[in-house]
């Protein structure tokens, strides 16, 4: 099971880091990644790592905000978010995909575990 949490209400430029802890299972052999859907839009891909952390996708309209982390001893995957904007607001969600993939994928047709999302929104 996995559980995103740290959402809330942030400012425009400024900074937050959210956290996706699993339990029940062990998340460590498995690619993980950021979702954000934001009102009235699909879901998106927001950031991507590797189960070994080597390797790392971001998607464009984050790329050099955003970075994606992971502590495998704990269980956790974590986003921290700089630079903030108003369209950085949505619904984050935390999601593994288990099947040992090589690469990591950027649709959630990808991944096969989700956690409740949580609302992330940035005033202007």
């Known amino acids: 099971q996995l559980q995103a949490c740290g959402g809330g209400l942030v400012q425009a430029g400024g900074f937050r880091r959210i956290s996706c802890a699993a339990s029940g299972r062990i998340f460590s052999p498995y690619n993980m990644a950021w979702f954000r859907q934001g009102p009235g839009k699909e879901r998106e891909i927001v950031a991507a790592?590797?189960?070994?952390?080597?390797?790392?996708y971001y998607a464009r309209s984050v790329k050099g905000r955003f970075t994606i982390s992971r502590e495998n001893a704990n269980n956790t995957v974590y986003l921290q978010m700089n630079s903030l904007k108003p369209e950085d607001t949505a619904v984050y969600y935390c999601a593994a995909d288990r099947r040992h993939s090589m690469a990591v994928a950027i649709s959630p047709h990808g991944y096969d575990s989700w956690g409740l999302g949580t609302q992330f929104t940035v005033s202007s």
């Open positions: 790592i590797t189960a070994s952390a080597g390797k790392t």
